[in-house]
């Protein structure tokens, strides 16, 4: 592993588990991302400010965190229209399985869901058969 980064990750996951309980405790809402930015589409009337400052917040997290010199370096291997179709791909399946992998294994498992432990364990599940068949099988 090249960016095996621990602290930082053990730190980002505490930070994002305590906004999650935050949004619970203080909003009443479930901090799942694909919920919240779906919850816009279409707007609900008086729903839409908190979204909208949730969703700013993540943006202004990410910026001050590039600006404190936290910017690692991404690179993506694949075409635009492979990533396109992949993101489409990951909306749909977000809202087939009524919300993303951040809602059920952050906010599912934290409020010990069924539903959210189960979807998180068939997430893990299949990435691992996924980077196993695309490692090991195809080579890729």
Partial sequence: MVNFTPL?????????????VLLMALNGRIAGI????????PPTKGDIPWRLAFIAG????????AAFGGVSTIVIEAEVPLLIVAGLLVGVGTRMG???????????IGRLSPRGIVAT???MA???????????????
């Fill in 8 to 20: 930082p990750a053990l730190i980002g996951g505490m930070l994002i588990g305590l906004a999650a």
């Fill in 126 to 140: 299949v990435a691992m058969v996924t980077v196993f068949v695309t490692r090991h099988l195809i080579g890729a």
């Fill in 121 to 123: 364990v068939i997430f």
């Fill in 98 to 108: 009524s919300g993303c992998t951040s809602g059920h294994g952050i906010c599912g």
């Fill in 58 to 65: 993540l943006v202004l997290g990410g910026l001050g965190f």
């Fill in 34 to 41: 694909s919920g919240i930015l779906g919850g816009l589409l």
